[in-house]
């Protein structure tokens, strides 16, 4: 593989969309359309239904400000469907720059989180004088299967010899990050183990995590177009999902 340091003659100074479009935008679109046909109880479905979708689109947007403004020098590739053997994956964004690639989870979640000594992730969020504390699914867990898929896909692609020193290398080239969007959430990880600690930050955070890791004394620079080869591939191998998201609220809306 052509490697080299990063020099003078690098043309890449900043963050390049590769892939910018979002399957929630036109989600929320569809589900808009729809609230306008549609009455009584499938109307407060529906308006929930659109919350949920603006809240993540406003996550996403957050994170995107974020890398938009890093100035790091990077292909950055936002919402991709990956299809392989049966499993799936939806990625929220996939980072590639000389050094590393990052596989991001973005969540715009309302309340504070704590992540215990088991790994668990608990959100207390407050309603007038009360509070309530609640378990979500993590979403550590949630991007360990997506870094698992690309594995295999990425891993089919090579022979024998290569396809083993590929997966040795996966997760230290491969880094996996949980992104809380939501500027108000506290997030408090001190009884997490170290290796949950390292993967969950706040988007106020992403770019200098970012730095950091590709300041690491070990890690090799590739040259600009194995990054811009990288970001062909995922982009060639994203799929349309199958299923039709809004397609529940259409019955719904046509039975009235």
Known sequence: MAMIEVGLFDKIKGPIFYKDDSEAEWQLEVLKELKQTASGEITDTIEKE?????????????????????????????DLFYEYEGLTAQIDYLIITRKYQFVIECKNLYGNIEINSNGDFIRTFSYGRHSKKEGIYSPVTQNRRHLELIKQIRGAEKNALLQIV????FYNNYRSVVVLANPKTMLNAKFAKKEVRNQV??????????????AEPDAMSFNEKHMENLAQFFVSIHKQPKADYTEKFRILVNKT
């Open 201 to 214: 930050i706040r988007a106020d955070q992403l770019a200098e995590y970012i730095r950091k890791v590709d």
């Open 50 to 78: 659109i919350r949920l979708v603006e809240a993540g689109i406003a996550g996403e947007k957050q994170v995107r400000f974020e890398l938009e403004n890093s100035h790091i020098p990077m292909y950055v590739l936002h």
């Open 166 to 169: 590929f997966e040795k290398n």
